[in-house]
C-alpha cells in the first residue's frame, strides 16, 4: 500500500492518498462546530475528480447531528458520480449514534481504513 501526506492538509483533517484513493484522517470530534472545515474540504475533493473518499474516525471521540447531515450530504453527492463515502474506524459511541438513527444503513461502513481500501462498493 502506497502512503502519500496530502499538502496543505488541515491540522485537524490529515490528508492521505493511498494507492491513488483519497483518505482523510480527522483528529476531532465532528460537530457542527467543524463542519464547515470538513464539508469544504469534502467538496474540494468531489470538484477535483475524487470519486472514492475514505474517512478515518478511528479518532472521533462523537458525532453531532451536524455531523450527520453532512455525512448523508457527502454520501449522496459521491453517489452521483459514481462514488462512494466510506466511513472507517469508529469508535462504540459513534457507531452507536449511527446505529440509532438508521444512518449506518445507508453509508458504507467498515471496521479500519484497510478493510475500506480492500472492499468494493458498487
Not at 475528480?49 to 474517512?55: A, F, K, N, V
Not at 449506518?104 to 472492499?119: H, M, P, Q, T
Request: proline share 1%.
Amino acid at each position: 500500500m502506497k502512503t502519500e501526506p496530502e499538502a496543505g492538509a488541515s491540522s485537524q483533517i490529515k490528508g492521505l492518498n493511498i494507492d491513488g484513493r483519497t483518505a482523510l484522517a480527522l483528529k476531532q470530534s465532528i460537530t457542527w462546530e467543524n463542519c464547515d472545515d470538513l464539508k469544504k474540504k469534502l467538496k474540494d475533493k468531489i470538484d477535483a475528480g475524487h470519486t472514492e473518499i475514505i474517512l478515518d474516525l478511528k479518532k472521533v471521540d462523537h458525532l453531532d447531528s451536524a455531523a450527520l447531515e453532512l455525512l448523508v450530504e457527502m454520501h449522496d453527492s459521491l453517489m452521483q458520480v459514481g462514488g462512494a463515502l466510506k466511513i472507517a474506524g469508529l469508535n462504540e459511541v459513534c457507531r452507536d449514534i449511527l446505529l440509532a438513527t438508521r444512518i449506518i444503513n445507508i453509508l458504507f461502513v467498515y471496521k479500519d481504513i484497510n478493510e475500506a481500501l480492500a472492499r468494493k462498493t458498487s
